[in-house]
């Protein structure tokens, strides 16, 4: 009997490899997410030490001059966070739309690969009773021989 050959093999392949771009994209986006919420802690952490400094001028005593250095310097921050996290939405976002694509890619390829798997059984099954076929037929044939002779 001749060698099982999936009809869908192309299509599979096809599929497989949409699903590793896909894939591909969305491990970009969680990058970009996770770029975007270390800049937003990083901001965060660097308002805190600005806050500290700032409290520590004003027990020593600073000028106006510099209070209002200071005052820039986070709101500077705050600016810099608010438009971070808007960023940060909108990647967030993206990264969910982007894993949808990738379950229903991954969907895709898994059906093909159920269908693969029950036509390979159903080959099987044809395989087996072919060979056991032509056993019957060896063993008729052994047998009318032996009558025969």
């Known amino acids: 009997m001749k060698k099982f050959q999936f009809s869908l093999d192309h299509v599979r392949d096809y599929r497989d490899r949409l699903l590793d771009e896909e894939t591909g994209k969305l491990q970009r986006l969680q990058a970009e997410r996770d770029r975007l919420e270390q800049q937003i802690n990083q901001l965060k952490t660097d308002f805190a030490q600005v806050s500290e400094e700032m409290r520590k001028a004003q027990a020593e005593g600073i000028t106006a001059l510099e209070l209002r250095g200071f005052s820039m310097q986070l ?26 694509v990738v379950v229903a890619a991954n969907q895709e390829v898994s059906k093909l690969d159920k269908l693969r798997d029950r036509q390979y059984e159903d080959w099987q099954a044809g395989v087996r009773k072919a060979e056991e076929e032509r056993i019957e037929e060896l063993v008729s044939q052994s047998h009318i021989r032996k009558t025969a002779g």
Do not use: F
């Open 75 to 100: 709101e500077s921050i705050r600016m810099q966070v608010r438009e971070l996290t808007e960023q940060l939405e909108a990647a967030k976002a993206r990264v969910e739309q982007q894993t949808r």
